[in-house]
């Protein structure tokens, strides 16, 4: 109940292509979290939305938290080479830091 | 946001000893936390780091296991007991940031022979 499911797994586009993947959930969040990993790297947080029906940009990164506050999406428009690696949306149940992963989208960008 | 780093940030031990893992932030922070993402998957709240008590565990994750230190607010240290290759995986520290944010340290990446 309390899981997030993120979808693509992974996906594979060209240089210049735009970019959405998404989180769902059966459960309410608090807040949502978009991350970027490298690899080698810890997570960096890209985006944090926190209100319902919230859209923030950053860059060419747009994340939305949904009406429902059970899911969000990122968009990423004209990616480029180095948007490469792995996304993970997380979200924060209410009342406490507990805060659940998605399970990640890969993406690769071919130049 | 804090700036958080690791140590070590990568290690190949034999089974059946045993790594401690530290975590230093720039910052005093109220929360601090550690995860485990094993290879290709997403991240496992392993427990919360509590200054002053005893960590608190996720549902999986024992204290005899994964003793956590706590000593001040800007140190952190995860013990990782009587290792197996099962336990192979990137272990990450993060904190609380505000409001309502975590901030995550480089990782240390363990390979368990």
């Known amino acids: 109940g309390q899981q997030l499911n993120q979808s693509p797994q992974s996906m594979f586009i060209q240089e210049g292509e735009d970019v959405s993947m998404n989180c769902t959930s059966s459960?309410?969040?608090?807040?949502w979290l978009w991350y970027k990993q490298d690899p080698g790297e810890g997570p960096v947080l890209l985006i944090a939305?926190?209100?319902?029906?919230e859209l923030t940009s950053n860059g060419r990164l747009t994340a939305q938290f949904g009406i429902t506050r059970k899911d969000s999406f990122l968009n990423i428009s004209a990616s480029i080479p180095s948007d490469v690696g792995i996304y993970f949306c997380?979200?924060?149940?209410?009342?406490?830091?507990?805060?659940?992963f998605g399970a990640g989208t890969r993406l690769t960008v071919k130049p | 946001s804090a700036v958080i780093s690791q140590k070590p940030s990568r290690d190949i031990c034999q089974r059946g000893t045993s790594l401690t893992i530290q975590c230093q932030v720039d910052?005093?922070?109220?929360?601090m936390f550690w995860y485990r993402q094993q290879p290709g998957q997403s991240l496992t709240l392993i427990a919360t780091?509590?200054?002053?008590?005893?960590?608190?565990?996720e549902s999986g994750f024992v204290i005899d296991k994964f003793p956590i230190s706590r000593p001040n607010l800007t140190f952190s240290t995860l013990t990782v007991s009587n290792m197996s290759p099962e336990d192979s995986s990137i272990y990450l520290c993060?904190?609380?940031?505000?409001?309502?944010?975590?901030?995550f340290g480089p990782g240390t990446r363990l390979t368990v022979l």
């Open positions: 993060s904190v609380a940031g505000g409001p309502d944010t975590q901030y």
């Open positions: 459960s309410i969040f608090n807040t």
């Open positions: 939305l926190y209100k319902a029906g």
């Open positions: 997380a979200g924060l149940l209410p009342g406490n830091n507990d805060m659940r």
């Open positions: 910052s005093q922070v109220t929360m």
């Open positions: 780091a509590n200054q002053g008590s005893e960590a608190t565990y």
